[in-house]
């Protein structure tokens, strides 16, 4: 099971749609260390499988035989991608296992290797890891955790929680909402641990149209407070995929009586490295109906200046991790601010996320950013707590 690490630009942006080219130069890679006997299948993304075949009856000279091959697809990754003379690198995560085991389903293997591939990333990144049994743990674990995500969204255990947008004066312009699960045992568990679950299990599609429906009766509940705020909302990309995804929130809309003008989604550039032409589309349907769209998590994913040309967007999201070390980090310091004054040339709205101290947010307002998010400002909370703070 492999996994790209993000792909970083190196050469200077002169904006380009890369994802496609990447993808297509990576299984390239990939073909080219493997034997024919071998299979190669792209999972979803930026993610690949890898079947050898014939290794050895040998337990040990088989993980011998995998492990050099791993190594020579984890080095190939390393060399520098070429595209359009502009430069790129990347790193791969690998997870290997074993087969066959006995009873060892066509799910087991998929699971192991995966579980051993995020073993790779954790341990930072660039790496090869096989899967052993005490993973197992893990396994179970993300198991249980995925039958209890069902059973918390019928059994009020989820929670909507917002956070403030503020504008240059500290005023509060817009509010994200963030999932809380407290769970009855293991106490709060956070959206970071819970979401890439849901999101492997397709348990996503059904929370992503729960959140949707609390999103819009938290305009309402807002709108009925006084406040014309703007109201984000997450969407991952399998919820955005989903065929009818698009009548869905047509019917949420209509049973809520939500105002779609005042609705935000966040999406991530995990969303554009497929399908680019389907996608926009899509955008366009939902910002006919009113809603605008965010681009999250700015500068982790796939950047590419020129894609933001080509899609419906209203606003962009600068990472945590680059304010984090502003003001003080010269590299941050630069990435931050020409990532806002290429917003301005493209007539994007700018949120800073994680917004802590004074420092950065004087940062930020100097070089134009027009709205902050973050602890400064005021954590994550519930609806009506978050009403009864601004009436204070
Ligand atoms: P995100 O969309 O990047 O959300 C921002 C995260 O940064 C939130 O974490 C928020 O609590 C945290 N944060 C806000 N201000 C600060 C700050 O000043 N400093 C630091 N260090 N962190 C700050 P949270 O609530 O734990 O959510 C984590 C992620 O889970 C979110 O990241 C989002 O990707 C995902 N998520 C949360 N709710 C939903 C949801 O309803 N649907 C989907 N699809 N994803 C969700
Ligand atoms: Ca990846
Ligand atoms: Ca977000
Ligand atoms: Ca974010």
Redesign the pocket.
């Known amino acids: 099971y492999i996994d790209l690490d993000n792909f970083k630009l190196i050469n200077d942006a002169r904006g380009h749609v890369v994802g496609d080219a990447l993808l297509k130069q990576v299984t390239q890679r990939l073909l080219l260390t493997l034997r024919e006997v071998d299979t190669v299948a792209r999972i979803s993304g930026d993610e690949f499988v890898v079947l050898l075949a014939n290794l050895s009856d040998d337990v040990r000279t088989g993980a011998h035989m995998a492990l050099h091959v791993a190594e020579k697809i984890r080095l190939a990754m390393m060399q520098l991608f070429e595209i359009d003379g502009l430069q790129y690198s990347s790193t791969c995560s690998t997870g290997v296992t074993l087969l066959p085991r006995e009873n060892q389903t066509a799910d087991d293997i998929l699971r192991e290797a995966d579980t051993a591939m995020y073993r790779a990333k954790s341990g930072g990144r660039n790496q090869v890891v096989f899967f052993e049994t005490g993973m197992q743990s893990e396994i179970e674990l993300r198991l249980t955790m995925e039958r209890e995500l069902s059973q918390a969204m019928d059994g009020g255990q989820l929670q909507m929680?917002i956070?403030s947008q503020v504008d240059r004066l500290g005023t509060p312009v817009g509010g994200?909402?963030?999932?809380r699960w407290h769970h009855p045992q293991r106490g709060p568990i956070?959206?970071?641990i819970f979401?890439p679950v849901a999101e492997e299990s397709g348990m996503?599609i059904r929370?992503?149209d729960w959140?949707l429906r609390q999103g819009c009766l938290a305009l309402n509940q807002l709108a009925g407070a006084g406040f014309q705020l703007s109201l984000s909302?997450?969407?991952?990309p399998r919820?955005f995929r989903q065929p009818d995804f698009v009548d869905k929130v047509r019917t949420v809309l209509a049973e809520t009586q939500a105002d779609p003008h005042h609705l935000i989604f966040?999406v991530t550039e995990g969303l554009l490295i497929d399908n680019l032409h389907d996608t926009i589309a899509r955008m366009l349907e939902l910002t006919r109906l009113g809603i605008r769209f965010s681009i999250?998590?700015f500068g982790t994913g796939y950047s590419s200046f020129s894609y933001l040309k080509k899609l419906p967007l209203y606003e962009l999201k600068i990472d945590?991790s680059f304010v984090q070390d502003t003001p003080g980090d010269k590299n941050d310091t630069a990435i931050v601010q020409s990532m806002l004054s290429m917003a301005e040339h493209l007539g994007l709205r700018v949120v800073a996320?994680?917004?802590?101290t004074r420092d950065q947010a004087d940062f930020l307002i100097t070089n134009g950013c027009s709205s902050m998010?973050?602890?400064?400002f005021g954590?994550?909370m519930p609806l009506d707590a978050w009403i009864d703070l601004q009436r204070k």
């Open positions: 929680y956070q994200e909402l963030l999932m956070s959206p970071a979401i996503i929370l992503g959140v909302v997450n969407v991952s919820q966040e999250d998590d945590k996320e994680g917004v802590e998010q973050g602890y400064l954590r994550p």
